[in-house]
């Protein structure tokens, strides 16, 4: 008849096994001596006698590797330590873990072994990633209104000599226009849209006097790349108020694209603006537009900081366009 020990044992085993955290209990050199079934799924070991007696520290490189032997050295002295760090499996996929490493004290008072629990929070760690570039495009994208904003009432400001009212009217349609551009990003992320017309709404703020023209055949764009586009003529559309072409009057853009032998080639060329010299470093945003842009339409964006205005050319495959 099985005794409450052999009850005990199997339900401790039960536990183990289908526990997602990795439980090892490593010797006072550092060496591997057990690690729990749930452990070797989550570890992906295949067979752990191959690794039974392997420096625990194996597993860490760089600054991982100096929190597991900070650890190890708070264990021997008989204290806890937490760290997270990234640490491949043994199939070689990069994990990473939070890991709680604590003493196993004798009966003597003093550590005999270390217990080290890791637990894989890669998920929640990409989640974490996610939310901070999304938070910085948000806040980005404030900051690019914002400008825009000021860009808008400083055009609609200078013509000193017109009535108050035909001001007021000229500041309220860009407004306006502005914030049918912002709809059009929101919306973009869930429909598709043709080029033209999403071209036609993101840049009409900035249309004043026709300083901005477009040609190009009729596209449509998948929602992924209809989101790009989007965001990559806002920026360059707020750049040129900000700095470029339409900065000061007498600038001019030209916007064409055009579909040729299964290729779609789109060009963005501003002019008559001030003078162009090539930043020391590449911005947030020519690299949202170069690195988006370009990887969302499977192609090549580039940014030239050409001395007489920006130019952007888009080279992608014409079959990318409608791709989810």
Known sequence: MPTQLDKDVRFLRAVLAASDDCIKVIGLDGALEFMSEGGQRVMEVQ???????CPWL????GAGNAEAQAALAAARAGK????????STAAGNMRYWDVQVSPIIASDGKP???????????????GE?????LAAELNHRIKNLLAMVSGIVNQSL???DEPLDAVKRRLSDRLQALAAAQDVLMMASRHGVDLRQLV????????????????GPSVTLSSKCALAMALALHELGTNAVKYGALSQDGGHVDASWRNEDGEFHFRWQESGGPRVTAPQR?????????????GYLGGTARIDFAPDGIVLSLDAPTAALAEG
């Not at 806890?80 to 640490?87: E, I, L, N, V």
């Not at 590449?282 to 370009?294: A, D, H, N, P, Y």
């Open 282 to 294: 590449r911005g947030f945003g020519s690299q949202m537009i170069e690195k988006v842009l370009g």
């Open 47 to 53: 067979d752990f006698e191959a690794i039974r007696g």
């Open 112 to 126: 005999e072994a270390i217990l080290s629990v890791s637990r894989d929070i890669t998920a929640l760690r990409a």
């Open 58 to 61: 194996q597993f860490w490189d």
């Open 129 to 133: 990633e996610r939310y901070q570039l």
């Open 80 to 87: 806890s330590y937490r760290f997270q760090g990234p640490a």
């Open 158 to 160: 200078r013509g000193q």
């Open 200 to 215: 036609e709404v993101v840049l009409a703020p900035h249309r004043s006097g026709e300083r901005i023209a477009f040609d």
